[in-house]
């Protein structure tokens, strides 16, 4: 028999369940390079908040980390029912970590609706703790469980940790006075308690954090530490589990750090963009998940020159937004798929009266309302194509949750450089995902530069600065600049209104170049790899952890593969095309039905092929890596 | 050129509605009654001495959303229906120009009908000026939310099988403080609405009644004909009764479920006092006497023109800048670094973070 741990990843010779060894009571600590967890149950039962709480801690341990919460679109399904169950998985790791992990070593399942959503994700031999207290009948039958599994023998290739979270949390807070309703809200922290102790995190800041959070109420603050360590306790003295998992820090780049999530990262990169250009930036917004948490954060940074206005419709949003930059400040709006089908006739006004904006869309799972809080990159072409007219917009993507801060700043440069409105996708995987995120210093960006035209002589409203295109951004109440700007054809020099039909060709040639300049901006291609081979893997957006990874593995293996992650999605790095041809295949993976596959085949007749998901869930690092395994051969060519 | 509404404290040069026409000409159909509009706008704009390089003019899309190329002032020509938006975003951003908008019955009340009611009910301080011609004019003469019951048009040819609107009771609805109804010919009674409308401070909403020769001629003719419009038409005035008809020989009396009858107003026998007519009273916390008003209409009563509220409420964009100076009360922006490090940081790697 093997004597790994059930917690930590198995590997070949993992058990497929039987009896669990016996070992002496005193801690025994094992060291792991990386553990994938996953904590899953009612969507009244806080997973989200342990979740955070867990990662929060563990970002704080100097372990590299990412994180994909999974909640379901309703805000209260059915207690109990499937489609209630909420989940939260973390990666963290002593070395870099590009995804949250393809499948979860340990899953704590709250509730038999949890586990019957999440158990096929778990590694066989994988360490399942389950709470026991919550598999009733009906809670069993709300399932559709026909029998109960952890009787059943069905749960036999597993490591099943039972544990009565219900009952030990009510135990253990039977003398606080609360409510029985009360007590069992704290399930949650009996459940982290005993994760913190299985990965031998320290409790003292997690301590103070249920200080923080539960400040107004110290009856509840006392509750939540009481089963915190009731739990941590509980896998200390509990026999079933033989021993501790430790996941040293990760070797990282020298600086401060803090975990975030890729909204906020959006949200603080939007207030930089302000204080790197002096622009003051204006926020208007309408919630839509999984967007609306950057309006909320931004409605907090008021005294950091930022103003937020919710609007009465998504349309009314960037309406405002636009209004705002046509004062002078720096309109921006954030929304997901629906949302943004809303916005394309002001996209197109935007072009037409070319003023900075900026654009987010946070995408999720489509068409229509489609899956909400799920993620997908199904929104590529409507960014590039999906409004009428000729509509030339920038388009570029956020790569991982803490790439948004860089990619919102891009975005914010772009516009007010060129005098356009720039689209940014990430999505909802990026939006909720988390990572440890290196601080900047103050030198480390560069100023964005804004020149407002003041002077009356000679002004034309549509002249154009000769390297950039951009017309002249002029604030309302400069004396002597009064003009009319609209969503008309205009004159190609004056603005005012024209039907000339050369004038016509003119202008959609002018801002389509305007547009294609933004491309002589750009730095060198991110790429990894050699320039040449027999395998490029060229991707977009949220999916570079899950390739950056099966890349890596690939190449560690001597396959001759490189990886391409564009940045920019329209214009297109002008070395693409020549790179894409020194490749024997060309492989483009999409959460979508293949977008961005068409758009390299149109522009560089190349034989790219797809390779899509569209389940609303992340591309695996495995299912990448068997892909590319078909795709190459395992050692170099002679 | 030159400023002349700009120069505070020179010798004021006497300003013209020149001084506010743009260099485009206008190109509304000839006897079209946006001109008239247009020039009262110019006229009381160049009477108060408007300073043009603080106004934008917003518009939509329609006839009347051409307005603002004519108007020497900042202006956006946009998309149909959303200028109340753009307006919005741009007044709270830019709380100190004075912000203008156009738009039509078909612009406001049809395609836009959702930003302008959510204008009117934050009370952000814009001039929303909505010629009503009760027709679709630039896309030719379909029916609009304001057309007629029944009226025949290129899509009714079997009549209009809905209600129309009453814009200023959408208005009083939103939750309007300022509100007036004017039309496009009376020339010294628009001027006096518009003068009242700049002064206001929050959403200003004017409805005026506006000929569309080619494709609704004399939608109004029926009141403002001038034999007749005494008779059909109530001038509000604050502070008078409520009085109308050839030499205000009637008054308005309105029972408890506030219904209007008109009254012989005089001291013989079958008459009322003009003592027992209601004075006009823009000024009514609730706007519920208001709505009784704008309920008022041809052929069963007189018309109303005028203020028919008037009140003063906190502006949105006040609200927010009071906000604004409780979070930053000088105004100075917080250091950045503040936001970059806020919440559970470390440090990590060799020799960590020295700052
Ligand atoms: S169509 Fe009617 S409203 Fe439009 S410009 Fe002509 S007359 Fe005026």
Redesign the pocket.
Known sequence: MTTQSPLSPPGAGAPAGGPLPTQPKNRSVAERESVVIRFCGDSGDGMQLTGTEFTRVTALAGNDLSTLPDFPAEIRAPAGSIAGVSGYQLQFSSREVFTPGDQPHTLVAMNPAALKANLADLVPGGALVVNTGAFTKPNLQKAGYESNPLEDGSLERYHVHQVDVTKLTALALKDTGLSSKEIGRCKNFFALGLAFWMYNRPTEPEIESIKQKFGKKPELADANIKAFLAGYNYGETAEIFTESVEVKPAPIAAGTYRNIMGNSATAIGLVTAGHLSGLDIFFAGYPITPASSILHELSNYRAYGVTTFQCEDEIAAIGAALGGSFGGQLGVTASSGPGIALKGEFMGLAVSLELPLVIINVQRGGPSTGLPTKTEQADLLQALYGRNGECPIPVLAAMTPADCFDATIEACRVAVKHMTPVVLLTDGYLANGSEPWLVPKKGDLAPIEVKFRTDPAGYEVYERDPETLARAWVRPGTPGLTHRVGGLEKDALTGNVSYDPVNHEVMCQTRADKVARVARGFGTLHLTGPDHGELLVCGWGSTYGAIAQSVELARAEGRRVSHVHLRWLNPLHGELGALLKRFDKVLVPEMNLGQLVKVLRAEFLVDAQSFTKVQGKPFTVSELKARIDQLTSPKERS | MSNPTSMEGAAPIKLTRKDYASDQDV????????YAILAQVQKVFADLRLDRDKTVFVSGI???S?FPYYMNTYGVHSIHGRAPAIASGLKVARPELAIWVVT?DGDGLSIGGNHLIHAIRRNIDLKILL?N?R?Y??T??QYSPTSEFGKRTVSTPHGVPDRPFNPVAVALGAGATFVARAFDTDTDHLQAMLRRAHAHKGTAFIEIY????????GAFEHLAEKKVHDERVIALEHGKPLLFGPGKSKGLRFDAHGRATAVEVGEGPGQVPVGAIACHDESVDSSGYAFVLSQLDYPTNPVPIGIFRAVERPTYEQTVEEQARKVAPTGARKDIETLWHQGDTWVAGSGGDAE
């Not at chain 2, 506006?210 to 609704?216: G, I, L, Y």
């Open positions: 190109r509304w159909c000839p006897g079209c009654g946006d329609g006839c009347s051409r039509g010629f011609n027709i004019g630039l030719k003469g506006q000929n569309c020769n080619v494709f609704n001629d």
